[in-house]
């Protein structure tokens, strides 16, 4: 099939066998709860895939090693995901990666080196994220983010110099912000 855009979200996806869509540069499959790591794991092609929405599913076992061009990638919300599987995304996608929506999840253990790229984070409720890990975002990574969300996250002693490219700063019930973060 040519199918380049297939938007699957709510769907039942059971029975759906991925390894057909071998020209897919964007997979919506947002909330299809019943979606197996093995269906998954069998998209052919993954190199194609730029934008993959996994928001409010369960990624356990989700291999996201291979999506090399990926531009956007949304896992709002998305259960069992481990820093591990972030970390296997290659250094090629999160160079390039522009969109990373992390709301809802565990950031325990996870690095934000490689993700150079960024224009776009939302790293909102995240109630495990430290300062020493937002901190750690590289002067590359932070002189490209055009859009950060903090929503409802404790950013005690988070610095915020070093995003000179911030259009909008969304910092919602956020918790201990003082205005030394910002010198």
Avoid at 8 to 16: E, P, T
Avoid at 72 to 89: D, M, V
Avoid at 96 to 124: A, H, Q, R, V, W
Wanted: hydrophobic share 40%; net charge neutral.
């Amino acid at each position: 099939k040519t199918i380049k855009q297939l938007d699957l979200s709510s769907s039942n996806v059971g029975k759906v066998d991925f390894s057909k869509f071998e020209h897919l540069e964007s997979l919506d499959l947002s909330c299809c709860n019943d979606l197996t790591a093995e269906q998954f794991n069998s998209i052919p092609n993954k190199a194609s895939l730029i934008t993959l929405n996994l928001e409010q599913i369960n990624v356990q076992n989700f291999d996201l090693s291979g999506f090399t061009r990926l531009k956007s990638l949304i896992l709002y919300g998305s259960k069992n995901l481990k820093a591990a599987q972030l970390s296997s995304i290659s250094l090629e996608a999160k160079a390039s990666m522009e969109d990373l929506d992390l709301t809802f999840i565990s950031l325990k253990n996870f690095k934000f080196s490689g993700f150079t790229g960024l224009k776009k984070i939302s790293l909102s409720y995240t109630e495990d994220l430290t300062a020493a890990q937002f901190n750690a975002i590289s002067i590359k990574a932070k002189a490209s983010i055009e859009s950060l969300d903090l929503s409802n996250t404790v950013v005690t002693d988070f610095d915020f110099s070093g995003f000179i490219a911030l259009k909008k700063l969304t910092l919602k019930e956020t918790k201990n912000l003082t205005s030394a973060q910002f010198n």
